[in-house]
């Protein structure tokens, strides 16, 4: 029912900055909450940051002040703009979105795109 399609993934050195993308597509028109995860070799997959349709963001602690959610309604798309890049960030990163007002909620996933900072 709806695809996400992530891209912007790359090689960065420390201090540096990335800007991924998530375009959705299908029957998006439930969709309340948009975010990214994360998930390194050898460790659980973990919330990064949301986005609600009303524009309330949310943050892991660990990037507060370093990345930003956003979107862009009229393509149906998120982004998510890491600056201040540390060698702890590299993981792959996936695109989330999800449909919390049917029962049960349903989630979807892009395919993930891989983030790698080095030292």
């Known amino acids: 029912q709806v695809q996400l399609v992530e891209s912007g993934g790359g090689l960065v050195q420390a201090g540096g900055s990335l800007r991924l993308s998530c375009a959705a597509s299908?029957?998006?028109?439930?969709?309340?909450?948009m975010g990214w995860y994360r998930q390194a070799p050898g460790s659980q997959r973990e919330l990064v940051t949301t986005?609600?349709?009303?524009?309330?963001?949310d943050y892991v602690d660990s990037v507060k002040g370093r990345f930003t959610i956003s979107r862009d309604t009229a393509k149906n798309t998120v982004y998510l703009q890491m600056n201040s890049l540390k060698p702890e960030d590299t993981a792959v990163y996936y695109c989330n979105a999800r449909k919390t007002w049917i029962n049960p909620t349903r989630n979807y996933w892009g395919k993930g795109t891989l983030v790698t900072v080095s030292s």
């Open positions: 986005i609600t349709n009303g524009g309330i963001t």
């Open positions: 299908g029957s998006i028109f439930s969709i309340n909450v």
